[in-house]
């Protein structure tokens, strides 16, 4: 079949709640709903579980809205898979799993809370073989920071190589974060990704697990460790590659190529430039502000190669006119 399918997958991890972990909510609290929202917002343009759509605290919107926008040319099926979201969202999802992740210093999950999200992914994974293409996107506030986690304690020297929402990489937060996880981690394989992991990472590594066509993660840091998690658990990565922005790749705080490489994971990324944009919110973009979520790189770089820059970026600055309104509402 050459039916592609765009999956987000959602979730929550309570690391997000640590102040200034993350600007991918515009409160600390607030970030345990973003996921949900990012939900609400891809497939019916507004939102419940908040008013208005999820934005940094200085006002940036979600990257969900570039998402939206590329799913809207393209016409690609979409579906949301919720991992273990504190927030369920108000629009129909698949269900892997029921567990939130918790704060990775007191060790996320359970090795059998692990098994059972990765298992039922994979379930899932392996149902889909009437799709050709499966193109799999994250909502998880933290993501970046449970992902480097898992990376270092796979044995990557990820720790000052993984991106963030933010222009100013919160590095020596992260650095404590991820020292006091990695030390109260198991040392057995399956306890310490269980420990150090998300349950997003989870449900995306079980998918790629199961599913049989071409696999793309559309995503950044978290798609690394994603590559990493199967690798770790002898699942081939030969028909996996990676479609992230250029904001990512591009990111002097970080190493995103480099860890690719070391990974020996296909890496592509969207050439979406914002910079010309007459609105503020997307030419924050062009500054280091959110740089990837929700599959926006994998997405745009489908819709610019199908209908080119300029009608990809017409399409985000009507949504963005859009949810401008929705949020003033």
Same mark, same amino acid.
């Given at each position: 079949?050459?039916?592609? %399918?765009? %999956?987000?997958?959602?979730?929550?991890?309570?690391?997000?709640?640590?102040?200034?972990?993350?600007?991918?909510?515009?409160?600390?609290?607030?970030?345990?709903?973003?996921?949900?929202?990012?939900?609400?917002?891809?497939?019916?343009?507004?939102?419940?579980?908040?008013?208005?759509?999820?934005?940094?605290?200085?006002?940036?919107?979600?990257?969900?809205?570039?998402?939206?926008? #590329?799913?809207?040319?393209?016409?690609?099926?979409?579906?949301?898979?919720?991992?273990?979201?504190?927030?369920?969202?108000?629009?129909?999802?698949?269900?892997?799993?029921?567990?939130?992740?918790?704060?990775?210093?007191?060790?996320?999950?359970? *090795?059998?809370?692990?098994?059972?999200?990765?298992?039922?992914?994979?379930?899932?994974?392996?149902?889909?073989?009437?799709?050709? #293409?499966?193109?799999?996107?994250?909502?998880?506030?933290?993501?970046?920071?449970?992902?480097?986690?898992?990376?270092?304690?796979?044995?990557?020297?990820?720790?000052?190589?993984?991106?963030?929402?933010?222009?100013?990489?919160?590095?020596?937060?992260?650095?404590?974060?991820?020292?006091?996880?990695?030390?109260?981690?198991?040392?057995?394989?399956?306890?310490?990704?269980?420990?150090?992991?998300?349950?997003?990472?989870?449900?995306?590594?079980?998918?790629?697990?199961?599913?049989?066509?071409?696999?793309?993660?559309?995503?950044?840091?978290?798609?690394?460790?994603?590559?990493?998690?199967?690798?770790?658990?002898?699942?081939?990565?030969?028909?996996?590659?990676?479609?992230?922005?250029?904001?990512?790749?591009?990111?002097?705080?970080?190493?995103?190529?480099?860890?690719?490489?070391?990974?020996?994971?296909?890496?592509?990324?969207?050439?979406?430039?914002? #910079?010309? #944009?007459?609105?503020?919110? %997307?030419?924050?973009?062009?500054?280091?502000?959110?740089?990837?979520?929700?599959?926006?790189?994998?997405?745009?770089?489908?819709?610019?190669?199908?209908?080119?820059?300029?009608?990809?970026?017409?399409?985000?600055?009507?949504?963005?006119?859009?949810?401008? *309104?929705?949020?003033?509402?």
């Amino acid at each position: 079949m050459n039916l592609d %399918l765009f %999956l987000l997958v959602i979730g929550t991890t309570d690391t997000s709640l640590i102040p200034g972990i993350t600007l991918a909510g515009a409160s600390p609290e607030l970030t345990l709903f973003t996921p949900a929202a990012d939900a609400e917002y891809l497939l019916t343009g507004s939102t419940k579980s908040i008013v208005g759509i999820p934005v940094t605290p200085s006002g940036i919107p979600t990257p969900a809205i570039i998402s939206r926008a #590329s799913i809207k040319l393209l016409g690609i099926p979409h579906l949301v898979v919720n991992a273990g979201s504190r927030i369920n969202p108000q629009v129909p999802y698949l269900r892997v799993g029921e567990t939130p992740g918790r704060d990775i210093r007191k060790r996320a999950f359970l *090795k059998e809370e692990f098994e059972e999200i990765f298992g039922m992914a994979k379930q899932l994974g392996a149902s889909l073989d009437f799709v050709g #293409s499966l193109i799999v996107g994250e909502s998880i506030p933290g993501g970046t920071t449970t992902a480097a986690a898992t990376l270092v304690g796979l044995g990557y020297e990820a720790g000052d190589r993984t991106s963030s929402t933010s222009p100013h990489n919160p590095k020596e937060l992260k650095r404590r974060v991820i020292s006091q996880a990695i030390a109260n981690a198991p040392k057995e394989l399956l306890p310490r990704i269980a420990a150090l992991t998300d349950p997003v990472l989870t449900a995306i590594a079980g998918l790629m697990a199961g599913f049989k066509g071409r696999k793309v993660l559309a995503g950044g840091t978290q798609m690394l460790a994603v590559v990493a998690i199967l690798k770790a658990l002898s699942f081939p990565i030969d028909e996996v590659e990676i479609i992230t922005t250029k904001w990512v790749v591009e990111d002097p705080s970080a190493d995103f190529l480099g860890l690719a490489k070391e990974l020996g994971v296909k890496v592509s990324n969207s050439t979406l430039d914002l #910079s010309d #944009s007459k609105f503020p919110g %997307l030419r924050a973009y062009e500054e280091g502000y959110v740089k990837e979520g929700v599959g926006a790189g994998g997405l745009s770089y489908m819709a610019i190669s199908a209908f080119g820059h300029q009608r990809v970026i017409e399409s985000i600055e009507r949504e963005y006119i859009m949810l401008t *309104k929705l949020n003033v509402s």
